[in-house]
């Protein structure tokens, strides 16, 4: 039995509200203009929404009732429950329904929705208290820890708003050791520095790293809506357990259980694991350190006081920490010569957990490609099997781990001229991305592969990355210019190229368009329907493109 103590990852959704009581909550909880009612998981919550939501692109689905995809700020806005300057609102959970109503109203543009599976409906909360910081949460604190009362500031919103570090979206989950050998003096100056962690890394609700508070193999809670303040003070309530100093069963019990997206993974948000140790492990971390690395953890050991040279003897593997960490680069490991002495290293430490750059083993094909669209919007397409290819596209998008730390999609739509439909980073979920996709209307008109393949190198990959950019191009006939130089040009610049062709599409523009080799980045199909078909295989491909450049 693992005898360490472990902070697992936060919940993956943000906005997760929970309540003390069955009556519905009045403290209003912050929110940001792009949460949607699908984040909230209580009905007849309040929310608090910041001003100036009407100059974000919110996405708002109804009228009165709104679908649960919908900004929940920007449906209040359009309600009329909410003025410019943001403020609390009430959110009623409904059943999903047919027919969503698109409307203008208070500066919002509302979209029709032909069906979706959840509703919702907004009214102005009463009785709502005035102060709140971002400590304000529905669970009440000890008396002891609660904060001291503040004169009301003219702009909380402001506050609430800088929850959280935006430059270090992880899901973290520490590892600290509580075994005999650490003994109680310095198990507190543990926790002490692992606090001084969390305060640095700015841990919160409104963006910024997740962390929570349990024990190993014991689950405590999971944290699903803990500010900072109450991280803290959990991780002063944690106790020495006793026993060996078994790592390699905390990182193990660690990667099997806190990632998943029901303990509160997030999607597409790098994992870390920091594994903190006073001297030497007692059992061997070879397995272990395999699955983190299989399962995209990065694995970072932090070796406090470590063995002298007279300890040598008593240590079970002397390149434990070489086979515990992601790679062995130097960067996964960190050596701290005593707990008295943890202070002066947090700030590096930070820097390191929060280095995106750095993570190798967060770098997956799912997770770290930038895929464009190229889509044929000529008039031998037809508008049915327009939708076809759409259809066929949002199928090799939900294969992948859309976020705005993940990987990204964008479409470009041509006939004889080119419209950039929407780019790489104007949707950061997988959701929204998927549903500005099938909202693309179709175009009509001749076709010009080459001059859209030249536009969409220039307008949709502005920002190179080989090995990571990847264009599929869709197309259903022969080009009216040349197809081989812009392809080339496109293939240069580090693009990797698949060609779709369907029906009257000639294979020897499909090849002459394709990346190396030429056969694995070809497809062709007869008929639109056929294209479905190729989704497991490109998918496949993109991975293996990435895995071999990478």
């Not at 002490?192 to 689950?219: D, T």
């Not at 259809?391 to 006939?415: H, P």
Request: hydrophobic share 40%; with cysteine.
């Amino acid at each position: 039995m693992s005898q360490l103590s472990v902070l697992l990852p936060l919940t993956g959704l943000l906005f997760l509200i929970s309540s003390t009581s069955g009556s519905e909550s009045s403290v209003p909880y912050p929110v940001t203009c792009v949460t949607r009612g699908a984040d909230l998981t209580e009905d007849g919550v309040v929310v608090l929404c910041p001003p100036d939501c009407t100059q974000w692109r919110v996405s708002v689905f109804g009228t009165g009732v709104y679908a649960s995809v919908s900004s929940v700020c920007g449906a209040a806005v359009h309600r009329g429950v909410l003025g410019p300057s943001g403020g609390p609102v009430r959110v009623h959970k409904l059943q999903g329904r047919h027919n969503y109503m698109s409307s203008y109203a208070h500066g919002i543009q509302s979209q029709a929705l032909t069906h979706w599976t959840a509703s919702f409906s907004l009214t102005k909360p009463v009785n709502v208290p005035l102060e709140l910081t971002s400590d304000t949460s529905t669970t009440a604190l000890p008396a002891a820890a609660q904060p001291a009362k503040k004169p009301l500031k003219k702009s909380p919103v402001k506050k609430v708003l800088t929850g959280g570090n935006k430059d270090c979206q992880m899901d973290i989950a520490m590892v600290i050791d509580s075994s005999n050998n650490i003994g109680q003096r310095r198990f507190n100056l543990q926790k002490n520095f692992v606090a001084k962690l969390a305060a640095m890394l700015r841990v919160g609700q409104i963006g910024g790293p997740h962390i929570g508070l349990g024990e190993s193999p014991r689950k405590e809670f999971l944290m699903t809506n803990y500010t900072k303040i109450k991280v803290l003070f959990a991780i002063k309530g944690a106790g020495v357990l006793g026993g060996d100093t078994n790592a390699g069963k905390a990182i193990m019990h660690t990667a099997e259980t806190f990632y998943t997206q029901e303990n509160g993974g997030r999607r597409g948000h790098p994992r870390v694991m920091m594994v903190l140790i006073d001297g030497w492990p007692s059992d061997d971390l070879d397995q272990a350190a395999m699955l983190a690395r299989e399962s995209g953890i990065n694995v970072f050991l932090v070796s406090v006081a470590k063995p002298a040279p007279e300890e040598l003897a008593m240590v079970r593997d002397k390149e434990f920490m070489k086979k515990a960490v992601c790679k062995d680069n130097g960067f996964f490991s960190y050596l701290i010569p005593s707990w008295f002495s943890t202070t002066k290293h947090v700030k590096p430490l930070t820097q390191r957990l929060c280095s995106l750059d750095g993570l190798l083993c967060s770098k997956t094909c799912y997770n770290s490609v930038n895929i464009g669209f190229l889509i044929d919007g000529s008039s031998s397409v037809g508008d049915g099997n327009f939708q076809l290819v759409l259809d066929f596209l949002a199928g090799i998008a939900r294969s992948f781990d859309i976020s705005d730390v993940g990987s990204r999609i964008g479409a470009v739509q041509f006939t004889y001229d080119q419209r950039l439909e929407f780019g790489l980073y104007d949707h950061s979920t997988k959701d929204n991305a998927i549903n500005a996709l099938r909202r693309i209307p179709y175009m009509s008109g001749g076709t010009a592969t080459g001059a859209a393949i030249s536009y969409t190198t220039q307008n949709l990959f502005r920002r190179t990355g080989p090995g990571r950019n990847f264009l599929i191009v869709v197309t259903d006939g022969q080009s009216y210019d040349d197809v081989m130089s812009p392809a080339v040009a496109a293939r240069k610049q580090g693009i990797t190229m698949y060609s779709v062709g369907v029906a009257w599409a000639p294979l020897e523009d499909l090849k002459a368009m394709a990346s190396e080799p030429k056969d694995s980045h070809t497809f062709f199909t007869r008929e639109f329907t056929g294209l479905a078909e190729f989704i497991p295989a490109l998918v496949r491909g993109i991975c293996r493109d990435f895995t071999e450049n990478n």
